[in-house]
């Protein structure tokens, strides 16, 4: 299959995600039928994102390769609140790919590729503390590879894939929360299951399943911390925290912190910077040279610019 059809044909699933929940969103906004009573404690809202780059260069004495990229990201959000209760929920969605070079075999390369879910309900005790129950779900739509360009005798090799490895993360505990801007969550009852359900990678023992095994779980503690600020105008910032520590392993703590920048130049044009930092002790890892080199920190960060559609109610909108 040519690649560049395939990483399209990605592209086309965002885009249909994204449209299905915008139409929802309209007609929803529209529907008279529904109860009053009931849509009056719900706010929800999201942005859809498109990015695209292309760099083309024709007898350019300074030199340089041309390069063609693009991307999407999507964010949806839902709450609701009434009373001592509160549930939210929070989805995050993102995918980009790049090609440099001008040879048939320069194929397109993932450069960015997130699907995150994050809910969480809250049952208040007082003005800050509340009892939480919370699932972190996540993974990537797509496949990646480990490229070897220095060695034309092995191209690139398969590390991962959709659910492979997925993760998914319930946990149930006390949370101090200050407003809508921070929360601290401590869970001595959680729970770290691990999925690779590719036959390859799940043979091969990837991301901490024995071989072949498909799915790990692991009973243990678990941290979570969220932060969302406008810190200047038009520059809002969102941070997602996740620590687990496994009641068998004390020593070992896994940690996921994924942060968010949004800044807005005019009603469509957006910056946005996203990282995310992983450890994981269950998560071997090789250098350039194809050499072990164990656990060790994963960072990742993408720049975009581009256009930005915002829908339905505000995240701080109260």
Do not use: C
Not at 129 to 141: E, P
Not at 179 to 205: C, H, I, M, Q, Y
């Amino acid at each position: 299959m040519n690649a560049g059809f395939f990483y399209f044909s990605k592209m086309k699933q965002i885009f249909s995600i994204a449209l299905v929940i915008l139409s929802y969103a309209a007609l929803a906004q529209n529907d008279s039928t529904q109860s009053a009573d009931t849509v009056k404690y719900w706010k929800s809202g999201g942005k859809f994102g498109v990015t695209f780059q292309n760099v083309g260069l024709s007898n350019w004495s300074a030199g340089g390769d041309p390069s063609t990229s693009f991307g999407a990201n999507f964010s949806l959000f839902a709450k609701y609140e009434k009373g001592a209760h509160q549930w939210r929920n929070v989805l995050e969605a993102a995918y980009g790919a790049q090609k440099q070079g001008r040879s048939s075999k320069d194929n397109f390369r993932k450069n960015n590729d997130l699907l995150l879910f994050i809910s969480r309900y809250n049952r208040a005790l007082s003005d800050k503390w509340s009892f939480a129950v919370s699932v972190d779900f996540r993974t990537q739509f797509d496949q990646g590879y480990k490229y070897f360009d220095d060695d034309p005798t092995k191209q690139r090799e398969r590390v991962s894939d959709f659910m492979a490895p997925g993760y998914l993360s319930p946990a149930i505990g006390i949370s101090y929360r200050i407003k809508d801007r921070l929360e601290l969550s401590l869970s001595p009852l959680a729970n770290k299951t691990t999925f690779v359900l590719d036959d390859s990678l799940s043979n091969a023992g990837a991301f901490g399943v024995s071989a072949g095994d498909k799915v790990r779980s692991q009973q243990g503690w678990n941290f979570t911390g969220t932060y969302a600020k406008e810190i200047m105008k038009n520059v809002k910032l969102r941070s997602n925290l996740l620590l687990f520590g496994a009641y068998d392993n004390l020593g070992a703590v896994d940690v996921n912190w994924d942060l968010f920048l949004d800044m807005k130049v005019n009603n469509l044009i957006t910056a946005n910077f996203t990282l995310q930092t992983l450890y994981d002790e269950d998560i071997e890892l090789k250098d350039e040279n194809d050499n072990p080199i164990g656990p060790t920190l994963q960072v990742r960060n993408v720049l975009n610019v581009g256009l930005t559609f915002n829908f339905g109610h505000k995240e701080d909108e109260k």
